[in-house]
């Protein structure tokens, strides 16, 4: 194993525990210069906001410069994974089946390392994709990495995850006051 995948375990090791009890699961944590980089979900998959991701980079601080993760010449960026989320861990596949993804192999499959697919399935660690052309089928360890694709299919999934919020009768009062003038 080398430096760069130990420090991102320990990131892994030391974050996950911490946030997975605020209700949230790091998709993935890794240096981009002098810039740690966070990308995180909500366990419940509403999107996280804004405010979240600040509060998480506040709690988150001290215990990383505690653990020499990251010091004062260390910058941190905490962002939701996005729509077009990296696919990290074979969950990530199995809640995505049905969806488009960009995935690289390690090994070439059918002669290609690169494809752009829909997730197909998902059984043990094998994973099927299907593209235009052909499908294909790959052991998760050889994906070197894989990110979703926007489709309007995957905007409509997200946006049927955000609950809808209901409001008491009482808050669309139509009348106004003086102030209103």
Do not use: W
């Amino acid at each position: 194993m080398n430096q760069i995948n130990e420090k991102n375990d320990k990131i892994r090791d030391l974050i996950s525990p911490i946030i997975e009890e605020d209700g949230y699961r790091l998709v993935l944590g890794n240096f981009r210069g002098d810039t740690l980089q966070l990308l995180l979900e909500r366990i419940d998959n509403v999107p996280i906001t804004l405010d979240e991701c600040v509060q998480i980079a506040r709690e988150l601080s001290p215990i990383l410069d505690e653990n020499n993760i990251c010091s004062n010449s260390c910058g941190m960026e905490v962002s939701s994974a996005g729509i077009d989320r990296p696919l990290v861990v074979l969950e990530d596949f199995e809640k995505f089946i049905g969806h488009k993804a960009r995935v690289d192999f390690l090994e070439p499959v059918n002669k290609k390392r690169k494809i752009t697919g829909v997730i197909i399935s998902v059984e043990d660690d094998g994973l099927t994709f299907e593209t235009r052309k052909e499908s294909f089928t790959t052991d998760f360890y050889n994906i070197k990495s894989a990110k979703l694709v926007i489709t309007d299919e995957l905007i409509a999934f997200q946006r049927s995850l955000i609950p809808v919020v209901e409001l008491p009768d009482d808050s669309l009062d139509d009348s106004c006051d003086d102030s209103c003038e």
